[in-house]
């Protein structure tokens, strides 16, 4: 009898620490699928930088033949994401019209979108169409645009309306990037040169 119950609480224990481990697991993960939907945002951002447009000048896309990297110096915070520019007149250019130069979307690739889809844009897979900025997943999807772009917009604009609620992103008004960039300056006026240490 002794043993009969030993062998039953054996078989017990082999039956419930699997689902106590899978439990276990999913209250773990449970907040990281949570955050894992929050990580969708309104503006595509290097994942390991959160650099927009992976570090490239949104406005040397339109004032040079290829598209140059900006620099952390001239770094401004739009929509909640830091954008750099190869010069402070750059960035002031892009401060005072950043619809105009950010590329559309978001970043996002205007044809997947157009398909009711998103995927991020790569910053040198890019299309200039009626003073616009597009990005693209692939060349593929650079190729397809290029076939029907006033088709691929419409379509990219109608979903963008449709999945712009559930993506996350901080807005700004003209104003209060003004206001915040004001602010900026006078408080890097104000800083003392501190010497680097060793130097």
Request: hydrophobic letters at 45%.
């Amino acid at each position: 009898m002794a043993a009969m119950m030993r062998q039953k609480r054996k078989q017990n224990l082999t039956i419930t620490g699997p689902i106590a481990a899978v439990f276990c697991a999913f209250l773990v993960l449970c907040p990281v699928m949570a955050r894992a939907e929050a990580l969708v945002q309104t503006v595509v951002t290097d994942p390991l930088s959160g650099v927009a447009l992976e570090g490239y000048d949104a406005v040397s896309y339109f004032t040079e033949a290829e598209p140059q990297m900006g620099v952390p110096d001239y770094e401004y915070t739009w929509q909640g994401v830091p954008w750099f520019f190869v010069s402070a007149a750059n960035r002031d250019v892009f401060m005072r019209n950043p619809d105009i130069y950010a590329p559309q979307f978001g970043g996002h690739c205007v044809m997947s979108l157009s398909r009711g889809f998103l995927s991020d844009g790569k910053p040198r897979l890019y299309v200039i169409e009626g003073m616009k900025l597009y990005l693209f997943y692939s060349v593929a999807n650079r190729e397809a645009f290029l076939a029907d772009e006033t088709r691929a917009i419409s379509y990219s604009g109608a979903n963008w309306h449709k999945l712009l609620p559930g993506l996350t992103g901080v807005e700004q008004s003209f104003a209060d990037a003004v206001a915040e960039r004001s602010g900026q300056d006078a408080a890097d006026a104000a800083a003392p040169d501190v010497p680097a240490a060793g130097h």
